[in-house]
C-alpha cells in the first residue's frame, strides 16, 4: 500500500512567535522554521508501518514555498521515499490545501493519508478533515494507535472525557496526536541518502489551481499581556491572599 | 440570518459550551434555532429549549450521531445548511472533529475557535498558540465556525423553545465504532471548572499524581488538569491535557504544581483570572504569567497549602 504524508514547514515550536509591528501577520523572517511536530509524527508513523511491512512507499508532499523543499527532504531522511512540493508564495487557507492535496491524492492513489491533526502557525486543526470530506474517505482526527489489517485501519482517537476507538475501511485519512509515537531522528547516513531521492517541483495549476481566498486576514495583534504578580513566602500567606485579595475561594 | 448552533453534550446532559455557543451566536444574529444530534436525546434537547434566545431545538437522532462520528454528524448538519447562514459549533473534540467536514461540503472557509464576534462578518481567533490574534473577514455566504468556549458568557436558561425532529441523514457508511474507554470522574469538567488544580512534569509518578494533585483538588471543589510531561509520562489521562493542543480553560483560579509553563501550556490555561505557581525553580517561565507565586518544593508546599486551606475552613 501506498501511504501519502502531507507535511508544513512552519515557524519551529521552540522559537515564540512575535507579531510584525505593522499588524500585517507574525514575523518569520530570519527565525528557525521548521517541520510542524504534527506532521513529523505522522510520517514517525508511515515509516514505521513501512517497517511492519503495511506500507511499501512513503510519498511526503507539501504546498508552500521553495524552502519547504527541506521540510520535505527532513522526511525522506527519516525514511520517507519521495516527495512532492506543490509550489506557492500565496499562504493558502486549509479549503485551498485541502483541495490540492485531494488533486494531488487522486493522481497518486494513495491506500491511506496520515497527517498531522494541526499545524501550529495557523492552529486550525482542519485540513484533515476537509480533505476527507472531499475525497469521501472516511476520517480518523486526532489517532494515538493505528493498526492497519487488510481492507481496513483500526484507530485510537484521543477525544475529550477518554478514548474511542474507530475502523474506518480504506483508503481513508488518519490525522496524528501527540501520544502516536516518539518521532526519530534523521541519521546522518539516512541524511546523505535522503539527498539521492527524488522532489517533484510542480505548481497548484498542475493540481487545478489556487482557487483564491474566502478569508481575509484584517489584521494580526499581540494579545493582552499578563503581569507577572507577586512572589508568596509561604502556604499560609498564598491562601490568605486567595481569599482577600483574590477572592477567589 | 438565522444561526444554527450545534450542542455539545453527551447524549445525557446537555454542556455549558452549549450556552457559551449560543452567546456568540446572538452577537450575529437574534434568530437562533439549537441542533442536538446524537442518541436518545430527548432530555438534552428538553435542557436546550430552556436556553435564554433560542427559537427552536431541532433533534436528530440515530447510532452513528449517538457516537460522534464525525461523518454522520456532517451528513445531518450540511443539508441543513439550506435554512442557515451560519453554523456555530463548540470547539471540542467531537466539534472540531466534524465542523471542517461541514465546510468542505458546503464549499466554505471554516474559521475555527473563535474567541470575539466583531460583526457579522467578522472573527477573532488566537493563532500561533494564542501568542497573536488574527481578525479575519470571511466572504463566505455561509459560515461554519467552532467557538472557544472560555472567550464567552453562558447564555441563561428561562426560554421555552419548541423541539422538533428532523431527518438524522445517511450516517457513516465507511466507519465503524469499536470502543469508548472514557474517564469517569465525580469532579467537575475540566472545560467549565472554576478552580483547576494542574501537576506537571514534577510528580514524577502516577501515584504521586493520586496523592498530590487530586487531594487538593477535591479540597477546593477543582477539576484536575496536567501538563503534557505528565500526560506523556502516564502519570494522568490524556484528557487531563491542558493547552494548545490539549484544552482551554480559564477559571477563576488555576493553580499550577510542578510546571514549568512551556508556551504550549500557556496557551491553555493563561486567560485564567487568577493563575498560582507552585515551583521550586524561581526562574521558571510560569512565574511570568502568575499572579501568585510560590517558590518551594510541592512535597512540604502542598501539605502546607491543605493545611492552611483547612485552618481557613
Ligand atoms: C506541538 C506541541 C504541542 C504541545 N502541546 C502541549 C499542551 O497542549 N500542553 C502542555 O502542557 N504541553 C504541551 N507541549 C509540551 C510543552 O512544550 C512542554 O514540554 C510541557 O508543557 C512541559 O511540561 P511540564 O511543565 O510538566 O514539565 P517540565 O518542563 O519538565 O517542568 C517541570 C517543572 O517542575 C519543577 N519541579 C521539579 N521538581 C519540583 C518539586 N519537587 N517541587 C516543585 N517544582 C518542581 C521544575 O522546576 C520545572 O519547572 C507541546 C509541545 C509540542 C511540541
Ligand atoms: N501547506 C501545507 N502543505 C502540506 N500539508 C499541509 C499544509 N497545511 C496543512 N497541512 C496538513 O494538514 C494538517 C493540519 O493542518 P491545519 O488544518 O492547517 O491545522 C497539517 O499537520 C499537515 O499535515
Known sequence: MKILVP?????????????????????LANVKMAMNPFCEIAVEEAIRLKEKGVVTEIVVV???????QETIRTALAMGGDRGVLVQTDADPEPLEVAKLLKAVALVEQPGLILMGKQAIDGDNNAVGQML???????????ASKIEVSGETVRVTREVDGGLQTLELDLPAVVTADLRLNEPRYASLPNIMKAKKKTIEIKAPDDFGGLAGGHLKVMKVTEPAKRVAGVKVENAAELVAKLKTEAGVI | MAVLVVADHDNVSLKDNTNKTVTAALALSPDVDVLVAGQGVDAVAAQAAKITGVRKVLTAQS????????????????????????????????????APRVAALLDVAPISEIIEVKGPTTF???IYAGNALETV??????????????????AGEDGSAAIEAVDPGAGAPKTRFISDELVKSDRPELAGAKIVVSGGRAMGSAEEFHRVIEPLADRLGAAVGASRAAVDAGYAPNDYQVGQTGKVVAPQLYIAVGISGAI?????MKDSKVIVAINKDADAPIFQVADYGLVADYKTAVPDLMAALGDAG
Not at chain 2, 447510532?63 to 448538519?77: S, W, Y
Not at chain 2, 473577514?137 to 453562558?154: L, Q, W
Not at chain 2, 504550549?264 to 491553555?268: E, I, P, R, S
Open chain 1, 7 to 27: 507535511v508544513k514547514r512552519v515557524l519551529d515550536y521552540n522559537v515564540k512567535a512575535r507579531v510584525k509591528s505593522d499588524q500585517t501577520g507574525v514575523d
Open chain 1, 132 to 142: 476527507s470530506a472531499l475525497l469521501d474517505w472516511p476520517q480518523a482526527t486526532f
Open chain 2, 264 to 268: 504550549q501550556h500557556l496557551a491553555g
Open chain 2, 63 to 98: 447510532d452513528a450521531l449517538g457516537k460522534q462520528i464525525a461523518e454522520a454528524l456532517a451528513a445531518c448538519v450540511t443539508p441543513l445548511m439550506a435554512n442557515y447562514d451560519a453554523v456555530l459549533i463548540p470547539a471540542t473534540s467531537a466539534g472540531k472533529n466534524f
Open chain 1, 62 to 68: 507539501s504546498i508552500g514555498p521553495i524552502q519547504a
Open chain 2, 137 to 154: 473577514e470571511s466572504s463566505d455566504a455561509k459560515k461554519v465556525i467552532t467557538v472557544r468556549g472560555t472567550a464567552f458568557k453562558a
Open chain 2, 124 to 126: 477573532v481567533r488566537p
